[in-house]
């Protein structure tokens, strides 16, 4: 069964450099979350997506943007690097409660891109 | 203060014995995942709940909504059950929120 993807699995930046990261959802899941996890830290929520649209942000930088596209994929894109953006960043997506606004669908998730910034 | 609180933080035990691993909330919830995380960090999604128990081979949880709490169990655990599990709930909004996770090691 297919999963979520994420590319790339390892990215190496250095200072001041920008990357992008992706995630394709599981077939017909419409919603997408990321997550950072620093070393040896509790993953934190950055932001989430629902149909394309953002639904709710968490702790995430000004330096980072993200968006869902119209073949629900999304692409989070971190500017000006920093050394503490060095993270294992997970994508995760599930499908939404289709009687409420509410999110209660499993969520599956995807092997994580490891962004090392140098 | 983190609003999920899980327990034991590290938990060692020798193959075969039953595990008990304890999450609780502060507030209500839409649902709970409980997650298991491998050296080098791919993340699983073991369960989700909203209420009652689940099942799934040699793991069970459960889940009280009243008392805001939640547990996962691994019966006649092995050494690839090692990992970190990690309890996350949902709120009505579109976050979830972790616990710090329990780090299991399984000794042969």
């Known amino acids: 069964a297919a999963g979520v993807i994420q590319s790339p699995r390892h990215l190496i930046k250095e200072k001041r450099e920008t990357a992008t990261l992706k995630c394709y959802p599981i077939p017909r899941h419409d919603t997408v979350y990321w997550y950072q996890q620093g070393p040896g830290q509790d993953p934190q929520f950055l932001i989430s997506?629902?149909?394309?649209?953002?639904?709710d942000k968490g702790s995430i930088p000004d330096r980072f943007s993200a968006q869902q596209f119209s073949d629900y994929h999304s692409e989070l894109n971190m500017s000006s690097l920093e050394l503490g953006d060095s993270a294992l960043y997970f994508c995760?997506?599930?499908?939404?409660?289709?009687?409420?606004?509410?999110?209660?669908?499993?969520?599956?998730f995807g092997e994580g891109s490891r962004l090392t910034v140098l | 203060k983190n609003e999920v609180e899980q327990s034991p933080q590290n938990l060692t035990a020798q193959e075969g014995e039953f595990i008990t691993i304890n999450c609780s909330y502060s507030v209500g919830i839409s649902a709970l995942h409980w997650l298991q995380q491998h050296p080098g960090g791919g993340i699983v999604s073991l369960f989700m709940?909203?209420?009652?128990?689940k099942k799934h081979g040699r793991l069970i949880a459960t889940i009280n909504i009243q008392e805001k709490h939640s547990s996962l169990h691994i019966t006649a655990s092995h050494p690839r059950d090692s990992a970190v599990y990690i309890c996350a709930v949902a709120y009505s909004n579109y976050q979830l929120i972790w616990g710090a996770g329990t780090k299991l090691i399984i000794k042969p």
């Open positions: 997506f629902y149909e394309k649209m953002q639904s």
């Open positions: 995760a997506s599930s499908l939404e409660n289709r009687w409420g606004h509410s999110n209660t669908g499993e969520l599956f």
């Open positions: 709940l909203s209420s009652g128990k």
